[in-house]
């Protein structure tokens, strides 16, 4: 094996520029973990919400507070983004626009679905 030269002593991540379908890749791994974590007290706020009727108002009135509809609104995004990632990822599994320009679309498609997803969230949130 020859000696390169121009061979990078280090890799800089934050100087790599992915393609929008890496980052969408990314995403839908980092929105699958908090997900994952995101379950074990989800479960515990379902619990408690079906105790009694006053667990649930309690619940239901710090999840309608801005600190609650805030948190609602990123879970809400997670969820959002990580099955419009994971539509996307099933597509190109089955070999539904794999062609490189339509896979940047795509990838363009499931942020923008994302985001129009949260748009009419955080719209009905407050109105809410």
């Not at 105790?51 to 997670?78: C, H, N, Y």
């Not at 983004?81 to 996307?88: A, I």
Request: glycine share 8%; proline share 3%.
């Amino acid at each position: 094996m020859g000696k390169n030269k121009k061979r990078p002593v280090y890799l800089n991540l934050l100087k790599i520029r992915l393609p929008v379908g890496g980052i969408l890749s990314i995403l839908h791994r980092a929105t699958g973990a908090f997900l994952v974590l995101l379950l074990p007290f989800a479960i515990y706020l379902l619990d408690r919400s079906l105790q009694d009727p006053a667990a649930f108002a309690k619940i239901s009135t710090r999840l309608m507070s801005l600190e609650g509809r805030i948190a609602l609104l990123i879970m809400v995004w997670a969820f959002a983004q990580h099955f419009m990632s994971g539509m996307r990822h099933l597509l190109l599994d089955i070999g539904v626009g794999d062609s490189k320009a339509t896979a940047r679309l795509n990838a363009w498609l499931a942020f923008a679905a994302t985001g129009f997803v949260v748009l009419l969230t955080g719209i009905c949130l407050w109105n809410a």
